[in-house]
Every structure is written in structure tokens, then in C-alpha cells.
């Protein structure tokens, strides 16, 4: 038999977050409704035991854990989760806590306005910030890569790891990301205008280490270059 459908599905790609798995489920619980949502763990086959510690916490709450072998990567983990969610509502966000997971119920309210496609969660929009712990070179890093993705949205926020979308609504064979800014790839692929993005106060990550190093960064250019000529070369009409 089939388990009954939930409405929403929280995505949460992981490498090695075993650490940070139990505050989140806490924090995510408290402001979800076990029994109108569930944590979907995509683990990229971590050797920490992050699988492990999934399998333990589900005996607490409503997670699923798959765990994919010879793959990695941010933005494809994303994707299969979102292939596999049971949700309508799709809620993606970092296991590292640097995403507050009390922002998601005003995620869900601003996609209650069926014209609004993706709703964010934004450092740099009014009421947004960042924590004062933040490294340096990581924001200069975030100022870059947002100034190279500025032709291709007015998202102020494009780079986010933390976002809302309606799983109907997607056309998931059509992305072709490199690396790890999905929102980015869902943006431009669907040719979203309506995105509404909801400030969050921003963390330095909870335990364990950064996966962001150049070899992201220049995947990060490959995937800007396909996004480029999908513009360029491709346009859609009759988006929203």
C-alpha cells in the first residue's frame, strides 16, 4: 500500500551532515505538522554516516533517506528529490543550518497567490541579513557570482539554497544544471518572472566543513555559460 500523500516535502541534499541531521529535524518539526509533511534526505553516499543517522532519526519523525552511489552533486541531488517528493509543495534547503528552517511556513504562504512560481529565501532583500561570522572571501564570492547572474534574472537573491515551488508546475527533464545553484537553474530554465523572495537571516554553517571550493566555483561558470546560451539561443514564451 502506498503511504498517503503529504502536502509538503522538505529537500535537503546532503555529503557528510550527520552532525547537523538532528537539530534540523527539531527545528523542522516544531513549525511543520508531522503529519502534512516530511524531510526528504538525498545523501550523495556520505562515509560519515549520515544515511545511518537518517535511518535512526525516522523512528521520530517523517524522513526518507536515498542515498545515491557513483553521483554527486548539489543541484542533481535536488532534482532527484524532486522526482521522488511526495509533497505539491517542494521546499528546498542546506543541512548545515545556515537556512532557518522557521522561515518556511512565510515559503509556503507566498505561494498561497497561484501567480507567484518560486518563493525564496532571501539574504538581500529588505529584512534579510547575513551573520557577521561569515567569512570574508565567501562574500565576495556571493557578490561575484551574483553580479555575473544579474542579466539573467532580477532575483536579488539567485544564488539561494532556500526555496518553494509547486512540484506540478515543474518541467524537470528540461534543467541540465553544473554544480550546486539550482534555484538559479529552475529560474532561467522556466523563465520564472514571479518570484517572490522572503528576507531569512542567513548563518555560518552549524558543524562540519564547506563543500564550496574552486572546483565548484568553476563549474559554477560552466553552468552560467549553458544559461547564457539557453537565453541566448533558446528563448521561451509565454512563461510566467
Known amino acids: 500500500m502506498n503511504p498517503p500523500a503529504c502536502l509538503v516535502t522538505v529537500i535537503?541534499?546532503?555529503?557528510?551532515?550527520?552532525?547537523?541531521?538532528?537539530?534540523?529535524?527539531?527545528?523542522?518539526?516544531?513549525?511543520?505538522?508531522?503529519?502534512?509533511?516530511?524531510?526528504?534526505?538525498?545523501d550523495d553516499d556520505s562515509p560519515d554516516g549520515t544515511a545511518a543517522e537518517a535511518a535512526q532519526l525516522a523512528a521520530r519523525y517523517p524522513i526518507r533517506c536515498l542515498v545515491r552511489r557513483g553521483q554527486r552533486g548539489l543541484a542533481t541531488a535536488v532534482i532527484r528529490g524532486l522526482r521522488e517528493a511526495r509533497g505539491e509543495l517542494c521546499v528546498v534547503l542546506d543541512a548545515d543550518l545556515s537556512h532557518p528552517p522557521e522561515a518556511i511556513p512565510s515559503l509556503l504562504r507566498a505561494l498561497d497567490d497561484p501567480r507567484v512560481s518560486m518563493a525564496i529565501g532571501s539574504r538581500f532583500v529588505a529584512g534579510g541579513r547575513v551573520a557577521l561570522d561569515w567569512p570574508l572571501h565567501r562574500r565576495l564570492n556571493s557578490w561575484i557570482a551574483r553580479l555575473l547572474a544579474r542579466p539573467l534574472?532580477?532575483?536579488?537573491?539567485?544564488?539561494?539554497?532556500?526555496?518553494?515551488?509547486?512540484?506540478?508546475?515543474?518541467?524537470?527533464?528540461?534543467?541540465?544544471?553544473?554544480?550546486?545553484?539550482?534555484?538559479?537553474?529552475?529560474?532561467?530554465r522556466h523563465g520564472w518572472k514571479n518570484i517572490v523572495e522572503v528576507p531569512i537571516a542567513f548563518a555560518e554553517r552549524a558543524a562540519g566543513r564547506t563543500k564550496l571550493g574552486l572546483s565548484e566555483q568553476l563549474r559554477y561558470l560552466r553552468h552560467l555559460w549553458r544559461l547564457y546560451r539557453c537565453v541566448l539561443f533558446q528563448p521561451r514564451t509565454g512563461l510566467k
Do not use: S
Not at 529535524?25 to 502534512?36: G, I, K, S
Open 153 to 188: 534574472t532580477g532575483v536579488k537573491d539567485a544564488m539561494a539554497g532556500f526555496f518553494c515551488v509547486r512540484r506540478r508546475e515543474l518541467e524537470l527533464d528540461r534543467l541540465d544544471p553544473v554544480g550546486y545553484k539550482i534555484a538559479l537553474e529552475l529560474i532561467v
Open 12 to 42: 535537503v541534499p546532503t555529503y557528510n551532515e550527520r552532525e547537523n541531521l538532528a537539530p534540523l529535524a527539531e527545528r523542522l518539526f516544531r513549525v511543520l505538522d508531522p503529519a502534512a509533511a516530511e524531510l526528504l534526505i538525498v
